[in-house]
């Protein structure tokens, strides 16, 4: 499992692996626009290069790149899905060019509308994206299921990656918070082992791409989507050590999305914290 955070991108995509490094990070996670305003960003060739020489020179093995809050694959909205579809196309882009593992993204949201022709919207704009790109993965994040939010099951999920055509490109990121808060029970190895079965049997296998691992600060069920520092929510130290030692989540990325103690994301601590619980997690599996 390479286990990292997520970081700034504040100076490039270099630096991002310069913050990775100094978490002692395997994968790095990082927004490629500014969250809140509608402009993607186009990274130069000098960029690039410097950030392909990072990675190959250091410890960090992949990258993620978290599209923002502000797309709604789902919306009505011509303006909206006109501009969604051009972030997520600069996204993919920029994930090629990078050599990102995938680009993660929020599916998108119904608002108060019905979830069916949401989900076909959604849909058909990840198969224009798609389209419009190439080489990058797309996975879809499940969500706590806040308001309208779309994949708050995998049977949504599988019902997104349905309507989006179901392309070798698409696959899912699993949050552990995201899970627990939209009551999937996650806390115990068999919990999480049907879990992951149920997700598997919905999905498709080999569709699981990445992993968020954040504790919660809601309990299972709560529908709400409030990240707590690892061992210190809902999920607690067991529940972290079970995620984190899942024998199917070996392979994956997992980056945190904490608040961190100084509410300036993932630290040092907390990222080598991750590294003894999973190596704590193993060793109770036996
Ligand atoms: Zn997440
Ligand atoms: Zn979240």
Not at 146 to 155: D, P, Y
Not at 205 to 228: E, F, K, V, Y
Not at 241 to 253: G, H, N, Q, W, Y
Request: aromatic share 4%; glycine share 12%.
């Amino acid at each position: 499992m390479l286990i990292g955070a997520h970081v700034s991108p504040a100076g490039g995509p270099a630096k991002a692996v310069e913050r990775g490094e100094a978490l002692g990070a395997r994968a790095i996670q990082i927004f490629n626009q500014n969250p809140r305003a509608w402009k993607p960003t186009v990274y130069s060739a000098e960029q690039v290069e410097a950030f392909r020489e990072a990675l190959a020179a250091g410890p960090v093995d992949a990258l993620l790149i978290h599209a923002v809050y502000l797309l709604n694959a789902a919306s009505d909205d011509p303006q909206i899905r006109e501009r969604t579809l051009t972030s997520l196309v600069a996204s993919l882009r920029a994930g090629a060019a990078l050599g990102a593992h995938a680009v993660v993204l929020h599916p998108g949201s119904a608002k108060t509308g019905d979830v069916g022709p949401a989900i076909a919207r959604a849909g058909s704009l990840f198969r224009e994206a798609l389209a419009e790109s190439e080489g990058c993965a797309l996975h879809l994040e499940n969500t706590a299921g806040a308001g309208g939010t779309l994949g708050r099951s995998f049977g949504e999920l599988a019902a997104l990656l349905d309507a989006a055509g179901g392309d070798a490109r698409l696959g899912v990121c699993l949050d552990s918070c995201h899970m627990l808060a939209s009551g999937i029970e996650i806390r115990t190895a068999q919990a999480l082992a049907s879990a992951v079965d149920a997700c598997e049997a919905q999905v498709g296998p080999g569709r699981i791409g990445s992993l968020h691992l954040n504790d919660s600060q809601t309990p299972l069920g709560s529908n709400r989507d409030r990240h707590a520092d690892v061992g210190q929510g809902e999920l607690g130290l067991d529940g972290c050590r079970v995620f984190l030692s899942e024998p199917r989540f070996d392979a994956l990325p997992c980056v945190l999305e904490t608040p961190g103690p100084e509410r300036k994301g993932p630290t040092a601590e907390e990222v080598s914290l991750c590294l003894r619980l999973r190596e704590e997690g193993l060793a109770a599996r036996g």
